[in-house]
C-alpha cells in the first residue's frame, strides 16, 4: 500500500512540474514611442509556450488604430515596418504585416517561461486626433489574443496599455 501511495504521489509530482498544473501567463505590453512603437509578448508562467499564435488584434480600439508600415497607404507622416526587437528565434516565421492592417499574427514555435518576444512597428490613429501619437486610452479596447491546442481565448489592453492572459496549461495533460 505504501509504495502505490509513493508511485502516485511521483505522478502527480511529475505531472505538476513538467506543467500539466503550472498556472501560466501571456502578458502584452503597448510602449508608444518615437519613431517606433514597441510590443512585449511576456510569457510569465513557469513553463514555454509551444506551438501557439499569438495575436495583436486593434480593431477594438476607439481611435481606429492601424499598423503604419510603408510610406504609401493608410498611416500618416513617419511608418516603420514590423522588426522583431528580442527572441526572434520563438517564431516560426516572421509575419507579413501590410499598411493599415490591425492585427498582427506571431505563429510561435517556442517562447521559453520567464521570456519576452517583442517588435517594433508603427501605430497610428485614424481617428482624428493627435495620429501618430497613441495614447494609453487609445489602445484600450485592442485585444491579446491566443490560440494555443485548440483553445481560444482573449483579453482587451487595458488603460495602461497592458493586457494579461492567464492559461490553465501550457504543455501536453498528462494522461491518467
Do not use: W
Not at 100 to 127: M, N, R, W
Amino acid at each position: 500500500m505504501r509504495l502505490i501511495h509513493l508511485v502516485a504521489t511521483a505522478a502527480c509530482l511529475s505531472a505538476y512540474t513538467s506543467g500539466a498544473f503550472a498556472d501560466t501567463s501571456i502578458t502584452a505590453r503597448f510602449i508608444e514611442g518615437a519613431p517606433k512603437d514597441r510590443f512585449e509578448i511576456s510569457n510569465t508562467s513557469a513553463c514555454a509556450l509551444v506551438d501557439a499564435t499569438v495575436t495583436i488584434d486593434l480593431s477594438g480600439s476607439p481611435a481606429g488604430l492601424i499598423f503604419d508600415v510603408s510610406s504609401s497607404g493608410a498611416g500618416v507622416e513617419v511608418f516603420q515596418p514590423f522588426e522583431l526587437q528580442r527572441n526572434a528565434e520563438a517564431l516560426k516565421r516572421q509575419p507579413h504585416v501590410r499598411d493599415g492592417q490591425s492585427q498582427v499574427h506571431l505563429d510561435i514555435e517556442t517562447l521559453p517561461a520567464g521570456e519576452t518576444l517583442a517588435f517594433t512597428i508603427d501605430v497610428d490613429d485614424t481617428g482624428g486626433r493627435r495620429e501618430i501619437i497613441v495614447s494609453n486610452t487609445e489602445i484600450e479596447g485592442s485585444r491579446l489574443i491566443i490560440d494555443h491546442r485548440g483553445q481560444h481565448s482573449e483579453v482587451a489592453f487595458s488603460q495602461r496599455s497592458m493586457a494579461s492572459l492567464p492559461y490553465d496549461t501550457c504543455s501536453d495533460s498528462v494522461e491518467s
